[in-house]
Structures are given as C-alpha cells and as structure tokens.
T-cell receptor
Framework: NAGVMQNPRHLVRRRGQEARLRCSPM?????VYWYRQLPEEGLKFMVY????????ESGMPKERFSAEFPKEGPSILRIQQVVRGDSAAYFC???????????FGDGTRLSIL | KQEVTQIPAALSVPEGENLVLNCSFT??????LQWFRQDPGKGLTSLLL?????REQTSGRLNASLDKSSGRSTLYIAASQPGDSATYLC??????????FGKGTHLIIQP
C-alpha cells in the first residue's frame, strides 16, 4: 500500500549548497505536483509534471529551482545555491490524471543554515 | 488568479459539537474542489473531492457542499471528536494544473 513517498524527510544544507528532493508517486500515477509551504503561510503550487514533461511551472521561482520527472525513477526538485529563504516544507502530490484527486506525501523539511 | 479564503482561521470547541468550516474562492471556473486535513509535521490527507457538477459529497461524519456560482464550499463535521483536531484546507482545482490552497482552519476539539 505504497502512497506518495518523499525523501529525505529532513534535509539540512548550508547557504550556497544544492538541495535535491525526491518524490515517488503512487503506483499507477503519472502526474506529479510540487508545492512549498513557508512558515506561517499556506501551500503554494510550484510545478506540475508528467513523465519526461513539464506541464506547468508557473509557480517556480525563475532562478535556482528546477524539476524533472524522468521516464524511470522518482521526480526530483532541485534547488541550487540555497539561501535562508528556501527553508520550508516541500510537498509532492500525485494523481492519475489532470483534475483527479491529488494524494500527498509527508513532505521534505528543508533547513538552511 | 484564484484566491482562497477560509473562515474561521481557528476554532476550538468541546467534543461532540457539530461544526461548519467555510471556504470561499474568487474564480468560479473550477474543475473540482478538495478538502484536506493536515496534522502537525505531516502531509495532507484528502478527505473529500467534489466535482464541479456536484453539490455535495459525504464520507462518514463529514459532508462537503459546493456552490460553484457563488464561489463557496463548506465542510460540515458531525459529532466532533478529539481526533478531528487538525488544520483543514480547502483547495479548488482548475483541472490540469496545481491546486490553490487557503491558509486553513486550525481546529481544536476539547475532550
């Protein structure tokens, strides 16, 4: 009964390092969404991907952030040259189609020293 | 741009009470609307999904209604229990894109 799996659960990086967050969708799901939850703020949509394609990246910061969902393996959210303001909880969700229910993982809590 | 408002921001009630959580959204051109709960340090658990053509959905003690034209949804919780304590999030969906979330209602059920 594998739901959406995110790892690591907690990630600590120093300013200027790279952070890689991984998400394995539910079995049978080919749609992946990434969201960010800043302290004291609501969840904000970042990017929507299908296998090998970025469908909507309207919520992604223009610099330092990138996402991929390769044909094989998990989806990766990559943050280069991290800054303190990147500290947040990053959630991944998956669905089996656009407009279908999204199922969320437990998130990765990123802390920047 | 879709904006979601949830009222109240926080609610504390004694166990056993029936309660209503409110959600309003500015863009009525939605495909569906999901209600979630979030426990501290955890991800989101989907509670109910209402398609845009539906008026309500029920699951156990939970009932969600949707008035798409007026941009409103309500989540009704019957006979509340301490285990219902969590943050409840409303998220209208535009279809093939990401969800827009409100800031949630932080609910505490007192034993």
């Amino acid at each position: 009964n594998a739901g959406v799996m995110q790892n690591p659960r907690h990630l600590v990086r120093r300013r200027g390092q790279e952070a890689r967050l991984r998400c394995s969708p539910m079995k049978g799901h080919s749609h992946v969404y990434w969201y960010r939850q800043l302290p004291e703020e609501g969840l904000k949509f970042m990017v929507y991907l299908q296998k090998e394609n970025i469908i909507d990246e309207s919520g992604m910061p223009k610099e330092r952030f990138s996402a991929e969902f390769p044909k094989e393996g998990p989806s990766i959210l990559r943050i280069q040259q991290v800054v303190r303001g990147d500290s947040a909880a990053y959630f991944c969700a998956s669905s089996d189609g656009g407009g279908q229910p999204q199922h969320f993982g437990d998130g990765t809590r990123l802390s920047i020293l | 741009k879709q904006e979601v408002t949830q009222i109240p921001a926080a609610l504390s009630v004694p166990e056993g009470e029936n309660l209503v959580l409110n959600c309003s959204f500015t863009d009525s051109a939605i495909y569906n609307l999901q209600w979630f709960r979030q426990d501290p340090g955890k991800g989101l658990t989907s509670l109910l999904l209402i398609q845009s053509s539906q008026r309500e959905q029920t699951s156990g003690r939970l009932n969600a209604s949707l008035d798409k034209s007026s941009g409103r949804s309500t989540l009704y919780i019957a006979a509340s229990q301490p285990g219902d304590s969590a943050t409840y999030l409303c998220a209208p969906g535009g279809g093939a894109d990401g969800l827009t979330f409100g800031k949630g209602t932080h609910l505490i059920i007192q034993p």
